[in-house]
C-alpha cells in the first residue's frame, strides 16, 4: 500500500506564492509517475502537472493553464514530490491531489486521473482577488 499526503496549502492573495508538498510513504515502486490534479468547486477534477522518477527526476510536463507559472520537482531522499506555484490567480482556487503509479516509460507522461493508482486527501488552495 502506498499513502500520499499533501500540506502547504493556503489563502494567499492574487499575485502571491504557495508550494505544495506531496509525501510519499509505503510499498513505493523503483520508477513512478506523480501528478498534481485540482478540482475547483462545481467542476471536474483536472490535471496541473506531472513529473517522474527513474532514478533521477524529469523535467515534468504542465498543463497550459499552470504552465510558466507552476513547477514541479522532488526530492527523492524525501520521497516528496513539490509543486511551487507562482503568480496565482483567483481561477487557481481548488482543492489539489496528489497521486502516484507506477511508470512504463521516463518519457511518458501521465495526464489522466485513471491512469492514477493511489491518491492522497487533498489540500485547499484559496486565491482571494
Known amino acids: 500500500q502506498v499513502q500520499l499526503v499533501e500540506s502547504g496549502g493556503g489563502l494567499v492573495q492574487a499575485g502571491g506564492s504557495l508550494r505544495l508538498s506531496c509525501a510519499v510513504s509505503g510499498r513505493t515502486f523503483s520508477t513512478y509517475a506523480v501528478g498534481w490534479f485540482r478540482q475547483a468547486p462545481g467542476k471536474e477534477r483536472e490535471f496541473a502537472a506531472t513529473?517522474?522518477?527513474?532514478?533521477?527526476?524529469?523535467?515534468?510536463s504542465y498543463a497550459d493553464s499552470v504552465k510558466g507559472r507552476f513547477t514541479i520537482s522532488g526530492h527523492n531522499a524525501k520521497n516528496t514530490v513539490y509543486l511551487q506555484m507562482n503568480s496565482l490567480k483567483p481561477e487557481d482556487t481548488a482543492v489539489y491531489y496528489c497521486a502516484i503509479r507506477p511508470l512504463d516509460n521516463f518519457r511518458t507522461y501521465y495526464y489522466t486521473e485513471n491512469a492514477y493508482n493511489y491518491w492522497g486527501q487533498g489540500t485547499q488552495v484559496t486565491v482571494s482577488s
Open positions: 513529473i517522474n522518477w527513474s532514478g533521477m527526476w524529469n523535467s515534468g
